[in-house]
């Protein structure tokens, strides 16, 4: 038995007057906004007009000075994994919203602590330094807070509102970043910070951001199809490298799946014609075996697929790799 299931994810072409796409700036070159962040290492943060002027002086528009203060800010700021996770420990003690809330500003007072005298925080953190620097430039910015969807985070249940990024305002039109996902990664092993600037989350496509950002209030989706918060919690599980690849269809699109013994899941992808992986493989755990497989691709006017045939009944989880890379991961439950 063979499953497909054509679900397409909506790529947006209506013509919205306020939201815009990250093509809009496929012209600019922001390596002399790199550089100049690069000339203020470990700069102090009691002087944010200070901080702003010397980022931004030298530059003549807008998007480059703000790419200049995202640069900065996701260089110099590191992510205290260890502040997130008490943090995430301590909310889901408080069911009273009183107790929550004077949590909250306990918490927040840390979180501002740490970020001036040592240049760590937590997303909150990242998205207030973001705005404030972008204030004194005369950029409008705001901070969005949601639900930000990882390996350990927001799959299935009713979610968690968990994270904040930004959204700002350029050439009238608004576009959505997250610094704290563009400043690196925690490493599963160690439960280290691992510092890397990866600007595939500055002024990302909308319809690629909800993918794994989804705001509480909708309006910042940016979008004109929106997705629910069902939906979006019950996707597959994709990881920034997929982006790369600019994804215009990703099949199934639900996490979990469910076939007979000896059945087939199909898996689709459909992308751009020069971004096509080289390599796809599948990485399927399950009774108590871990196999890494690389079937064959079926490649059809931009449209990737592979499928696998599960011999034996139990719950598998399929880890989807590019080049070596993981992109997405499923659960299927064999019967």
Same mark, same amino acid.
């Given at each position: +038995?063979?499953?497909? /299931?054509?679900?397409?994810?909506?790529?947006? @072409?209506?013509?919205? !007057?306020?939201?815009?796409?990250?093509?809009?700036?496929?012209?600019?070159?922001?390596?002399?906004?790199? #550089?100049?962040?690069?000339?203020? !290492?470990?700069?102090?943060?009691?002087?944010?007009?200070?901080?702003?002027?010397?980022?931004?002086?030298?530059?003549?528009?807008?998007? $480059?000075?703000?790419?200049?203060?995202?640069?900065?800010?996701? @260089?110099?700021?590191?992510?205290?994994?260890?502040?997130?996770?008490?943090?995430?420990?301590?909310?889901?003690?408080?069911?009273d919203p009183v107790a929550r809330q004077a949590w909250n500003r306990e918490f927040?007072?840390?979180?501002? $602590?740490?970020?001036?005298?040592?240049?760590?925080? &937590?997303?909150?953190?990242?998205?207030?330094?973001?705005?404030?620097?972008?204030?004194?430039?005369?950029?409008?910015?705001?901070?969005?807070?949601?639900?930000?969807?990882?390996?350990?985070?927001?799959?299935?249940?009713?979610?968690?509102?968990?994270?904040?990024?930004?959204?700002? %305002?350029?050439?009238?039109?608004?576009?959505?970043?997250?610094?704290?996902?563009?400043?690196?990664?925690?490493?599963?092993?160690?439960?280290?910070?691992?510092?890397?600037?990866?600007?595939?989350?500055?002024? +990302?496509? !909308?319809?690629?951001? /909800?993918?794994?950002?989804?705001?509480?209030? =909708?309006?910042? *989706?940016?979008?004109?199809?929106? =997705?629910?918060?069902? $939906?979006?919690?019950?996707? =597959?599980?994709?990881?920034?490298?997929?982006?790369?690849?600019?994804?215009? *269809?990703?099949? !199934?699109?639900?996490?979990?799946?469910?076939?007979?013994? #000896?059945?087939?899941?199909?898996?689709?992808?459909? &992308?751009?014609?020069?971004? %096509?992986?080289? @390599?796809?493989?599948? %990485?399927?755990?399950?009774?108590?075996?871990?196999? +890494?497989?690389?079937?064959?691709?079926?490649?059809?006017?931009g449209i990737l697929r592979i499928d696998h045939t599960f011999r034996t009944k139990?719950?598998?989880? /399929?880890?989807?790799?590019?080049?070596?890379?993981?992109?997405?991961?499923? +659960? /299927?439950? &064999?019967?």
């Open positions: +038995m063979k499953i497909f /299931v054509y679900i397409v994810l909506i790529t947006v @072409t209506c013509s919205v !007057p306020l939201y815009a796409r990250v093509s809009d700036f496929a012209d600019v070159d922001f390596s002399k906004a790199d #550089s100049i962040a690069a000339r203020y !290492p470990r700069h102090s943060l009691r002087d944010l007009r200070a901080l702003a002027d010397k980022l931004t002086k030298p530059l003549s528009t807008d998007v $480059e000075k703000f790419r200049a203060i995202y640069t900065w800010v996701c @260089t110099n700021i590191a992510n205290d994994y260890g502040l997130y996770l008490k943090n995430e420990r301590q909310r889901e003690k408080y069911s927040s007072a840390r979180v501002f $602590e740490k970020l001036l005298h040592e240049h760590k925080t &937590v997303c909150t953190g990242y998205a207030y330094l973001v705005k404030e620097l972008a204030f004194h430039a005369g950029i409008k910015c705001v901070i969005v807070d949601g639900y930000g969807r990882t390996a350990q985070s927001n799959i299935r249940g009713e979610g968690i509102a968990n994270h904040s990024w930004n959204a700002v %305002q350029l050439n009238g039109k608004w576009y959505l970043c997250d610094a704290t996902w563009s400043s690196g990664a925690v490493d599963a092993k160690t439960g280290r910070f691992v510092k890397k600037f990866d600007a595939i989350y500055f002024l +990302m496509d !909308p319809a690629l951001f /909800v993918r794994n950002h989804y705001p509480i209030d =909708p309006a910042w *989706m940016l979008l004109f199809y929106k =997705p629910t918060l069902h $939906e979006f919690l019950y996707r =597959p599980l994709i990881y920034s490298n997929i982006f790369q690849y600019n994804i215009q *269809m990703l099949l !199934p699109e639900t996490f979990d799946l469910s076939t007979s013994k #000896s059945g087939t899941v199909s898996f689709q992808w459909k &992308v751009d014609h020069d971004k %096509q992986p080289e @390599t796809i493989a599948l %990485q399927i755990k399950g009774n108590d075996s871990l196999d +890494m497989l690389y079937p064959e691709v079926h490649r059809d006017a139990g719950t598998y989880t /399929v880890h989807i790799l590019f080049n070596g890379s993981y992109v997405c991961t499923y +659960m /299927v439950h &064999v019967t």
